[in-house]
């Protein structure tokens, strides 16, 4: 991450990415150079979302990012549009080699990261199944 602030500070960016979806700046904040919130849940647009993310993805790797950081509050959500499958984060880092990690947050405390490089076994258990008490 250092390496990252310092090639963002060299070429005298700003560590946010100005975007052309505005309306998705709410549900994607940056909360330090590499590390954003996404708070987006249910009735989201997926593919929106999907397409803001890859662009964030693409500006910080042209910068030397290798890794970015994705808080999220509403896991379940993202979870029920297939955010999290394998061929969905395939799809939404294209041929960029940069990894997407991820916490999950929640009142009772954090889950450590997931990361977008995970199989789907290893996603599996940070949600519970359906129907489990």
Request: charged residues 15%.
């Given at each position: 991450m250092e390496n990252t602030l310092h090639a963002i500070s060299q070429a005298g960016i700003s560590p946010a990415p100005i975007t052309v979806h505005p309306a998705l700046q709410k549900y994607v904040v940056p909360v330090a150079p590499t590390c954003f919130l996404l708070e987006a849940g249910a009735g989201s647009d997926i593919g929106a979302l999907s397409a803001h993310i890859h662009e964030i993805a693409k500006t910080y790797h042209a910068y030397g990012a290798l890794n970015l950081t994705f808080i999220i509050s509403d896991a379940q959500a993202l979870n029920a549009t297939g955010f999290f499958t394998p061929e969905h984060q395939r799809v939404l880092l294209g041929d960029l080699a940069i990894d997407l990690r991820y916490l999950f947050a929640s009142e009772l405390g954090v889950v450590p990261y997931i990361s977008s490089f995970r199989t789907q076994t290893d996603w599996a258990k940070y949600?519970?199944?359906?129907?489990?008490?």
């Amino acid at each position: 991450m250092e390496n990252t602030l310092h090639a963002i500070s060299q070429a005298g960016i700003s560590p946010a990415p100005i975007t052309v979806h505005p309306a998705l700046q709410k549900y994607v904040v940056p909360v330090a150079p590499t590390c954003f919130l996404l708070e987006a849940g249910a009735g989201s647009d997926i593919g929106a979302l999907s397409a803001h993310i890859h662009e964030i993805a693409k500006t910080y790797h042209a910068y030397g990012a290798l890794n970015l950081t994705f808080i999220i509050s509403d896991a379940q959500a993202l979870n029920a549009t297939g955010f999290f499958t394998p061929e969905h984060q395939r799809v939404l880092l294209g041929d960029l080699a940069i990894d997407l990690r991820y916490l999950f947050a929640s009142e009772l405390g954090v889950v450590p990261y997931i990361s977008s490089f995970r199989t789907q076994t290893d996603w599996a258990k940070y949600f519970p199944k359906e129907g489990a008490h």
